[in-house]
């Protein structure tokens, strides 16, 4: 089985760089699955939804590796950057979520598509706007409304990263934006318990 994991820093490993191919989520998700499971990095730091971001990911040669990889299980985690300053379009996030969605959902074969709603960040400052211009609130509310509904429509899985992360501040680097490995290591779990349910049934 092989499992393509599609998003931003938090998916490459931003935070846990120097140790990233065992502290990523995707490669401490790939210990927990074992042998039988091929688990696949696609992270591209600074990624958007969003075509008009300032690094859209339907452009990217990590979005041509991922649909090339023929996955069993795709994982697509974007969001955090679309909400900075600079970037956020609602309807535009909404829009470059739904093609990469059902990009995926349309490979020839059929993969298990997993939507993750982009966790809780914070400014460590305080302030409305957290480092890198990105907008707490907006991956609150906005990002995870239209996330959600966005499975619902396209009728995949919906995985919520932000309850279980959210106001655990030290689960975080300094600029409250990407994870420790005991941050990576709360997401490689949540993923894998659904992961394990739907293996289950």
């Not at 008009?52 to 990590?62: A, F, K, M, T, V």
Request: with cysteine; glycine share 6%.
């Amino acid at each position: 089985m092989r499992i393509a994991c599609v998003g931003d820093s938090l998916t490459y490993g931003s935070g846990v760089l120097k140790t990233r191919e065992t502290n990523s989520y995707p490669a401490k998700l790939q210990k927990k699955l074992g042998n039988s499971y091929e688990v696949l990095n696609f992270g591209l730091r600074n990624a958007t939804a969003s075509a008009q971001g300032d690094l859209p990911y339907l452009e990217s040669e990590e979005y041509a590796q991922s649909l090339e990889s023929n996955p069993d299980i795709v994982i697509l985690m974007l969001g955090t950057n679309d909400s900075k300053i600079s970037n956020w379009d609602p309807v535009e996030y909404e829009a470059g979520l739904r093609k990469l969605l059902e990009s995926y959902i349309a490979l020839d074969n059929a993969p298990t598509v997993y939507l993750i709603r982009s966790p809780y960040c914070f400014a460590v400052d305080g302030s409305d706007i957290a480092e890198y211009t990105i907008q707490p609130s907006v991956v609150e509310n906005e990002i995870g409304a239209i996330a959600k509904t966005l499975a619902e429509e396209e009728g995949v899985s919906f995985i919520d990263l932000y309850s279980v992360t959210d106001g655990q501040n030290e689960l975080y680097t300094s600029d409250g934006i990407h994870f420790n490995k005991s941050g990576y290591e709360l997401f490689s779990s949540t993923i894998y318990q659904y992961l394990l349910e739907e293996i289950e049934e």
